[in-house]
Nanobody, 125 residues
């Protein structure tokens, strides 16, 4: 599966951005689509994921109530709407595809087999 992420940019604290991830290729082998982020000098961390089977959505605690993950099947696109952005949200954001049926390892990047190129999100204080 091929992934194309877009939508990053520079925004002031409290602002909003929407990231998009368009998929193509062998999408039938994907059970989850996820977003990760990586700030300078830090490990890549899980942000959110959506199940293709039951549309259940998972968020890391720090973004709950601020970020909303959704998908548009007709456009083969997953969206990450980010509200109330904070400087600590600054990172490169990556979308990724997970081919595993179980949700047990959604936060582990090793279980994702396809990655987008990353899009920079910078939140100024």
């Amino acid at each position: 599966v091929q992934l194309q992420a877009s939508g990053g940019g520079l925004v002031q604290a409290g602002g909003s951005l929407t990231l998009s991830c368009t998929t193509s290729g062998r999408t039938f082998s994907t059970w989850f689509m996820g977003w990760f982020r990586q700030a300078p000098g830090k490990l890549r961390e899980f942000v959110a994921a959506i199940s293709y089977r039951d549309r259940k959505i998972y968020y890391t605690e720090s973004v709950k109530s601020r970020f909303t993950l959704s998908r548009d099947n007709a456009k083969s696109t997953v969206y990450l709407r980010m509200n109330s952005l904070k400087p600590e949200d600054t990172a490169v954001y990556y979308c990724a595809s997970n081919p595993y049926y179980s949700s047990s390892h959604l936060q582990d990047s090793r279980y994702y087999d396809g990655w987008g190129q990353g899009t920079q999100v910078t939140v100024s204080s």
